[in-house]
């Protein structure tokens, strides 16, 4: 049957209406209830139900992709840019094994995402068919929640039940595993569920009004305060009311990997990213602060090195999260504030007005200049008058220039040349810096930036990438081509696993163990053979031109192969089992 916007026109005549529908043509019903516009997959024998469903219908878009966790990979990026649940689709067995990596990697920075899964008829689980798998115990450690729909007539419910979940409270994917008898059987369809109700999940949004009230009077009564934030702001949607709340106290301000974008990267209360690879005034900042307001972070190893460490110096901890789970996991806080970001900063904002207090403008004064002794250090220099090598970093801070004040993603890989990005491309917005954080998935940043530009035709979208990473979804280039997505791929083309051998420079004595690559394609030809343009830069004089030029072909995707420095280091850098302020900030340090 054919299933149209038509038949969408209003929730009340969907729930009117009662007719005979198979599991497949529900599934479809429920995604449009949802709003889903785009959906990434590869189909196979189990879903080939629901494919034959999609085909009936013309109100969301269907993207093949060339490999699963391209697929699950697209729907993230697109999720991460638009603040939507993303969708993907993948059949038994293979297609679910493949997708693991993508909900994972989902799983681990928060994101919100439903996976259906195409699964053997429910008289095969259990048996080794062909193409089964256990798909339920297989995500589990990886999802917010998994489902296997057993009967046609759940098939409404669970799909209400599987977006709230991975919408609400701590974001997160969830998957919905779908056997093939199912998909065909009929039910009658009497509409899509208007409400959920799950007595066993319901997340806290507001906080504790007396827990803000205690921060309140922490905050105002700090000489050295500092403001903490990670990917909660941004998943939260709460960039606004933490900048309102920045300006009103005027505190030192940094984010994590995942939280760049929320502090303008060009507002001067902004000490850069902390952690690993942060800078020395934000590492500092974070040691030596005596109240700490920590929102929607979660202390993880990047950021605070060795805890022990980090416990030696005395500090009072505000630790805001809307995962009670989160808080005093690594670092025990002493004001925990359990709810939603947004709703939370909302309510200390308010209390902070109705008060009339204000910071110690005295200390504050003082704490900034102890703040701008250690910015003096410029922990980010590098040879910027090298004229015969190109030098990653200058790169990125090319890019950051000629785009400032354009509407522009950056996605990337996993490596030195995310590092180099996080560290020098100026991010003055949200949803902007699209990567993997916790999991730190090689092979994102393609499937990552063609989800977004779907949902953003206009931006314009760069993948920093390196000649590793890259290859690992190479073959998604096909899928620009075919859905006509022109992003701009930036490969740091090092011949190294940079990052690898960075670390075998600095704690193996130098012993390159396989991470030199000898055998690299030709990227120019390769593009070429995608059908798009191909780029070779070599020469620092060439980085801006070859820039320029890649942007004027906005309807193109353009591969830009840099022959970068291959000796080059991410520095500053907080090595393995140190304190975040015991920092190499260059080759002399070592």
Not at 61 to 85: F, I, M, P, S
Not at 300 to 320: S, W
Not at 426 to 444: A, H, Q
Not at 516 to 542: Q, S, T, W
Request: proline share 5%.
């Amino acid at each position: 049957m054919e299933i149209t916007k038509a038949e969408l026109t209003s929730a009340a005549a969907a729930n009117a209406a009662s007719q005979d529908l198979r599991g497949a043509e529900i599934l479809v019903k429920c995604l449009q209830a949802e709003g889903v516009k785009f959906i990434w997959g590869y189909p196979g024998g189990a879903v080939l139900h629901i494919y034959d469903a999609l085909y009936k219908q013309d109100t969301m878009q269907h993207v093949l992709v060339r490999h699963e966790q391209a697929a699950v990979h697209a729907a993230d990026g697109y999720a991460r840019a638009t603040g939507d649940v993303g969708c993907a689709l993948v059949t038994s067995g293979p297609g679910v094994t493949n997708a693991v990596t993508g909900i994972a990697t989902a799983y681990m920075d928060s994101i919100p995402m439903v996976i259906i899964t195409g699964q053997v008829p429910t008289a095969a689980i259990g048996l080794d068919a062909f193409q089964e798998c256990d798909t339920v115990g297989i995500t589990r450690p990886i999802v917010k929640h998994n489902f296997l729909v057993k009967d046609v007539r759940q098939m409404a419910d669970v799909m209400r039940k599987a977006f709230h979940i991975a919408r609400s409270g701590r974001p997160g994917p969830v998957v919905v595993d779908i056997p093939k008898d199912v998909s065909f059987n009929k039910t009658a369809w009497t509409g899509y569920p208007e409400s959920v109700e799950m007595r066993s999940y319901n997340p806290v949004r507001k906080g504790h009004s007396g827990q803000i009230r205690k921060a309140l009077q922490l905050l105002m009564t700090a000489k050295r305060p500092y403001i903490y934030t990670g990917g909660g702001v941004i998943l939260g949607d709460a960039t606004a009311e933490l900048r309102e709340l920045a300006d009103m106290l005027g505190f030192p301000c940094t984010n994590t990997l995942m939280g760049l974008g929320a502090i303008k990267g060009s507002d001067p209360r902004f000490l850069g990213m902390l952690g690993m690879h942060g800078t020395l005034e934000a590492n500092n900042a974070m040691q030596n602060c005596d109240v700490l307001l920590a929102v929607g972070a979660r202390f993880d190893d990047r950021v605070i090195g060795n805890p022990k460490h980090f416990a030696q110096n005395e500090r009072k901890i505000v630790h805001i999260d809307v995962d009670p789970s989160s808080i005093s996991k690594r670092v025990k806080v002493d004001i925990p504030i359990v709810g939603d970001v947004k709703e939370v900063l909302s309510e200390l904002i308010a209390m902070i007005k109705e008060s009339g207090v204000k910071p110690d403008a005295a200390a504050l004064a003082g704490w900034w200049e102890t703040i701008e002794g250690w910015r003096k250090r410029d922990c980010l220099r590098y040879d910027r008058g090298n004229q015969d090598v190109i030098k990653p970093q200058y790169v990125i801070e090319t890019l950051s220039a000629l785009t400032r004040g354009v509407d522009t993603y950056i996605t990337s890989d996993v490596g030195q040349h995310q590092m180099w990005a996080a560290q020098y491309y100026k991010f003055d917005e949200p949803r902007r810096w699209i990567n993997s954080g916790g999991l730190g998935t090689m092979g994102v940043g393609i499937p990552y930036a063609m989800g977004i530009k779907l949902a953003k035709p206009e931006s314009e979208v760069y993948c920093v990438t390196g000649e590793g990473s890259v290859q690992m979804c190479i073959q998604e280039l096909s899928t620009c081509l075919q859905y006509n997505t022109p992003i701009k791929v930036l490969a740091l083309n090092n011949r190294y696993l940079g990052m690898v051998r960075q670390w075998q420079e600095l704690d193996y004595e130098g012993r390159y163990s396989h991470s030199y690559m000898d055998a690299l394609p030709n990227f120019v030809k390769l593009a070429e053979a995608y059908g798009h343009v191909g780029m070779l830069i070599e020469h620092p004089r060439d980085v801006e031109p070859a820039l320029r030029e890649a942007r004027k072909l906005k309807d193109r995707t353009v591969f830009m192969d840099f022959r970068t420095d291959p000796t080059e280091n991410v520095f500053p850098m907080v090595q393995a089992g140190k304190g975040i302020t015991e920092m190499l900030l260059g080759s002399e340090d070592l």
